[in-house]
């Protein structure tokens, strides 16, 4: 298996090339050239399997350039007991016999990034032996939030190796900034910068693709790489959970084998819900993929008009990991609806560059709608669901997660369609306890990140995530912020480069 780029099909490598170069040198995403497909006989033998098992049988198809061997060394470094609670790396929680909560919360992090980021390094391990001659990876991540801590986390002291983390100054919340800027490690560094999502990764994108750049980095024996879902080895392990969840309902006998399920998806840069896409085109019964935004409802609009416009003010939200207004992904799906045309690609990137508008055409308008919905949940419906969910349910979720139980909610009142649902819940809610608490009426703007904490855990009694708890009392080892302008000159500094 090949990847092409979605800005030069003509660019081919392989899965390891693409996972340590993380993006294509014309700043095009790359893409598998064709999507495997499992059959019924598979998803049944994968049913009576774990986590890991299924996870070997989905990156086996894609990573061709891997061995079974080590593709099992790296799904088994990566998804043990210690690190997500259980062998039950990613389990589903029903609401009712047709809603069912796909938990991505569980490992170090408390947010759904763990299930790529905690892999990530060992495929980039993997890869790297295979095609980077000995260089120095450096890691270049801009976050809105999870992903930092995430990748900080997964990367941290991973040999050969740096990791650097941009994240907006205003725009996460307390307890994600906290944790970035408590993160151990010895080839980790951490900055704010002034601005938000967007500026912080346009800023890393620039750096990445700027050929000056990688010379300097080259005569330094070193090469960037991304952690963000730009790079393919962030998404494929995504696929896995999907494959994982559609088990799990048919090992348990919530679902018929072949019977249809919608996905539903909190989105900000679109690579969850585009890996569900990809678990579609497998052989996953997804009947709809129902995308979830907050208020920053660009792709809302998107996917109901067929015009893609990011001129429009930025909120930011309770939701922050989703106040996005490029979504980077969705390049890619542009690609295979567009019949992998990199023409048609390039043009609509050159316009967003440009104008910060594009519209696609009505054929790819018509496909787009055959499997995609869109949504959105403003502020107080996050808060109103919360509430709700915990008052019928007894189940606590986060604000991600109720945008995309507010979003399924309305999907089925306004259609009366019955299908089951996995609503993909991305968060642990202690990462936004102060959301969380208010939405269940408690007053707590006096109090600090850790009294939040425990006046939602006296309210509701869920357990709190000990890497959380463990947070308080930690040095906080990162505090500089810089200038967007700055970024480069900021890279320069933390790897001890000369300018
Ligand atoms: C990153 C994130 C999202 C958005 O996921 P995308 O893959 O960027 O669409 C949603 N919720 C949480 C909690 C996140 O961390």
Redesign the pocket.
Known sequence: MEYQSTRDSAVRVSSAQAITQGISREGGLFVPESLPVLSPEDYRSLAKKSYVERADAVLSRFLTDFTGEEIASCTRAAYTSDRFGSADVAPLHSLDDRTHILELWHGPTC???DMALQILPHLMRVSAGKTADGKEIVILVAT????GKAALEGFRDAPHTRILVFYPEQGVSPMQKLQMITQEGANVAVCAIRGNFDDAQSGVKHIFTDPAVARKLETQGMMFSSAN?INWGRLVPQVVYYVSAYCDLLASGRLREGQGFHVVV????????LAAYYAKQMGVPVSRLICASNRNRVLADFLQTGVYDRRREFYATS?P??DILISSNLERLLYHLSGRDDAVVRDLMARLSADGVYTVSDAVKKRLQEDFTGGWCDEEQTASTISSVWREHRYLC?T?TAVAVHVCEEYRRRTGDGTPCVIAS??NPYKFSSSVASALGADVAALDEFQKVEELHRLTGCPVPEPLAAIQGKALRFTEVCRREDMEQMVYRLLHIAE
């Open positions: 947010a759904f990034k809105s939030g999870d992903t879902s909190p989105t900000g840069n679109f690579g969850n819900i939701s990991s989703m986060d991600h991305t968060a």
